[in-house]
């Protein structure tokens, strides 16, 4: 009920203080050039990486990112810059 | 991204991680805080990614939590070069080596070159150079400059009039001039032999012409003293004449002597200071503190310094102090008459021949007044009055 309440007063603040969401609701931002580049803020760990396939731990569910000759240029704590031919990005959520 | 410079300062290290579970180390090492890039899949289960050089160790214990093998492939940056650069230092020696040399040998005396000198002026001039420290293969930083090397030679060296020294390069050039040029036949025209001063005739010696004065004789100046008209009345021939006559002459000198005077002398003292220039730097190597002379001259010696055939902005530099003094000088009465004679025949010797003599001196008048000595002497001096006069063509007739 408490997880509930607290969710839902952020929804709340982000739509009525215009505050932005990736902030206020532990969402990944994500930063993309072309298909060449892809930048993830806010992850919370490397699941899995070849040079196909980058499997992100998200706050809630994972995010899937496939291509080809991928090279994670940096990667900190919260953050990854992935280079490489991106070809698709996909959330990967738990059925609620 | 981080500027990858500054990791480059600090050593970067390629880590090949393999085995299972590498995700879950990458991921605890970017939680420990340790900075990695350039993650890249190779195959299955194997990972290179670069890393700073200082967090090589730290990476040990996480690698053995974990299920992963790590390598450490290829080591880049400043840290590993200076350690190449250590290791291959003798190149490095090498080349500073060559230039040293090269600058050295650039500032070497190479070659003396003496022109316009007979062998035997030469040698002699070879000699004295030697005594001076001019040889080949010394620093010229350590020889004289080339004004003194002129002046000591012209002055050591009596068979030379004048010696030019020039330095091109690494080669002295020396000009030589010597006194004594290999002398040209005299060409005489036709003349007389006429008395330059008043005097009394004392010797002669006549090689041609015909001797008009006799021993003893009083000759005026212009006054024809061997004729160079020959032969019988009706027959006669010009020749140039030629002799010596001596006779005895009079001078008058006058000198003034003050009984007491100061000069500057050198006391002996000297300090020597030996630096380096640089642009408008200067920088001492050896000789310390300023001189504590009271009255001093300085000198001082600049020496660019060379390298092949460009003069550096750097200069080697020479000052020597030299301590002055004062002195004065009295006199007594006595010793300032016997300095102004003495002086009085310098000063006639200096004005006449090298060959004339002084017969007899007589003191005129000597006296002291104001502090000064006043002194007038009579020389009598025998030399050659004899002057030629051209006989000019249809005068003899």
Same mark, same amino acid.
């Given at each position: 009920?408490?997880?509930?309440?607290? /969710?839902?007063?952020?929804?709340?603040?982000?739509?009525?203080?215009?505050?932005? /969401?990736?902030?206020?609701?532990?969402?990944?931002?994500?930063?993309?050039?072309?298909?060449?580049?892809?930048?993830?803020?806010?992850?919370?760990?490397?699941?899995?990486?070849?040079?196909?396939?980058?499997?992100?731990?998200?706050? /809630?569910? /994972?995010?899937?990112?496939?291509?080809?000759?991928?090279?994670?240029?940096?990667?900190?704590?919260?953050?990854?810059?992935?280079?490489?031919?991106?070809?698709?990005?996909?959330?990967?959520?738990?059925?609620? | 991204?981080?500027?990858?410079?500054?990791?480059?300062?600090?050593?970067?290290?390629?880590?090949?991680?393999?085995?299972?579970?590498?995700?879950?180390?990458?991921?605890?090492?970017?939680?420990?805080?340790?900075?990695?890039?350039?993650?890249?899949?190779?195959?299955?289960?194997?990972?290179?990614?670069?890393?700073?050089?200082?967090?090589?160790?730290?990476?040990?214990?996480?690698?053995?939590?974990?299920?992963?093998?790590?390598?450490?492939?290829?080591?880049?940056?400043?840290?590993?070069?200076?350690?190449?650069?250590?290791?291959?230092?003798?190149?490095?020696?090498?080349?500073?080596?060559?230039?040293?040399?090269?600058?050295?040998?650039?500032?070497? *005396?190479?070659?003396?070159?003496?022109?316009?000198?007979?062998?035997?002026?030469?040698?002699?001039?070879?000699?004295?150079?030697?005594?001076?420290?001019?040889?080949?293969?010394?620093?010229?930083?350590?020889?004289?400059?080339?004004?003194?090397?002129?002046?000591?030679?012209?002055?050591?060296?009596?068979?030379?009039?004048?010696?030019?020294?020039?330095?091109?390069?690494?080669?002295?050039?020396?000009?030589?001039?010597?006194?004594?040029?290999?002398?040209?036949?005299?060409?005489?025209?036709?003349?007389?032999?006429?008395?330059?001063?008043?005097?009394?005739?004392?010797?002669?010696?006549?090689?041609?012409?015909?001797?008009?004065?006799?021993?003893?004789?009083?000759?005026?100046?212009?006054?024809?003293?061997?004729?160079?008209?020959?032969?019988?009345?009706?027959?006669?021939?010009?020749?140039?004449?030629?002799?010596?006559?001596?006779?005895?002459?009079?001078?008058?000198?006058? *000198?003034?002597?003050?009984?007491?005077?100061?000069?500057?002398?050198?006391? %002996?003292?000297?300090?020597?200071?030996?630096?380096?220039?640089? %642009?408008?730097?200067?920088?001492?190597?050896?000789?310390?503190?300023?001189?504590?002379?009271?009255?001093?001259?300085?000198?001082?010696?600049?020496?660019?310094?060379?390298?092949?055939?460009?003069?550096?902005?750097?200069?080697?530099?020479?000052?020597?102090?030299?301590?002055?003094?004062? *002195?004065?000088?009295?006199?007594?009465?006595?010793?300032?008459?016997?300095?102004?004679?003495?002086?009085?025949?310098?000063?006639?010797?200096?004005?006449?021949?090298?060959?004339?003599?002084?017969?007899?001196?007589?003191?005129?008048?000597?006296?002291?007044?104001?502090?000064?000595?006043?002194?007038?002497?009579?020389?009598?001096?025998?030399?050659?009055?004899?002057?030629?006069?051209?006989?000019?063509? %249809?005068?003899?007739?």
């Amino acid at each position: 009920m408490a997880k509930k309440w607290g /969710q839902f007063v952020r929804g709340w603040m982000t739509k009525n203080m215009e505050l932005p /969401q990736d902030v206020m609701m532990d969402l990944p931002r994500i930063t993309m050039i072309g298909q060449i580049h892809i930048y993830i803020e806010n992850h919370r760990g490397l699941l899995a990486f070849s040079d196909k396939e980058l499997r992100l731990l998200l706050k /809630q569910g /994972q995010l899937l990112i496939r291509g080809k000759a991928f090279v994670i240029k940096t990667i900190l704590p919260e953050e990854i810059l992935l280079e490489g031919k991106i070809d698709s990005v996909t959330y990967i959520t738990d059925t609620d | 991204m981080k500027n990858q410079w500054i990791e480059f300062y600090r050593g970067i290290v390629t880590v090949k991680a393999s085995g299972k579970g590498i995700e879950r180390f990458i991921n605890t090492l970017t939680r420990s805080g340790i900075n990695i890039w350039n993650v890249k899949n190779h195959g299955t289960q194997s990972v290179t990614f670069k890393m700073k050089l200082e967090d090589a160790k730290k990476i040990r214990s996480h690698a053995r939590n974990s299920d992963c093998r790590i390598e450490f492939l290829q080591r880049a940056g400043a840290p590993f070069l200076v350690r190449r650069l250590l290791k291959n230092s003798g190149f490095a020696a090498g080349a500073l080596a060559f230039f040293a040399v090269i600058l050295l040998l650039s500032n070497m *005396v190479w070659g003396i070159e003496i022109k316009g000198a007979n062998p035997a002026t030469e040698y002699q001039i070879i000699k004295e150079l030697d005594k001076m420290g001019v040889k080949k293969g010394k620093l010229q930083f350590f020889v004289d400059n080339v004004e003194s090397i002129q002046r000591k030679l012209s002055n050591n060296i009596e068979a030379i009039t004048w010696v030019g020294v020039e330095l091109k390069g690494t080669t002295y050039h020396l000009q030589v001039v010597e006194k004594n040029d290999p002398e040209k036949p005299e060409y005489l025209s036709p003349r007389h032999l006429v008395a330059k001063k008043k005097a009394v005739i004392v010797d002669m010696f006549v090689e041609e012409g015909r001797p008009v004065v006799d021993i003893h004789d009083h000759v005026q100046p212009g006054q024809l003293l061997v004729s160079g008209i020959i032969g019988k009345e009706g027959q006669t021939e010009t020749v140039p004449s030629k002799g010596e006559i001596f006779g005895e002459t009079w001078y008058k000198s006058e *000198v003034i002597l003050p009984l007491k005077s100061t000069f500057k002398v050198f006391s %002996g003292n000297e300090k020597v200071k030996h630096g380096l220039t640089i %642009g408008n730097l200067e920088i001492p190597i050896w000789g310390f503190g300023s001189p504590e002379f009271e009255e001093y001259e300085l000198e001082e010696n600049e020496n660019r310094v060379k390298f092949l055939k460009w003069e550096l902005p750097i200069s080697y530099v020479n000052k020597t102090f030299r301590e002055r003094e004062q *002195v004065t000088r009295i006199y007594s009465n006595k010793e300032a008459f016997e300095a102004a004679k003495d002086l009085a025949r310098k000063k006639i010797k200096s004005s006449l021949d090298e060959n004339a003599k002084i017969m007899g001196e007589k003191v005129l008048h000597q006296s002291v007044d104001n502090g000064k000595v006043t002194i007038a002497i009579h020389f009598q001096i025998i030399e050659n009055i004899a002057e030629g006069q051209p006989i000019i063509q %249809g005068d003899s007739e």
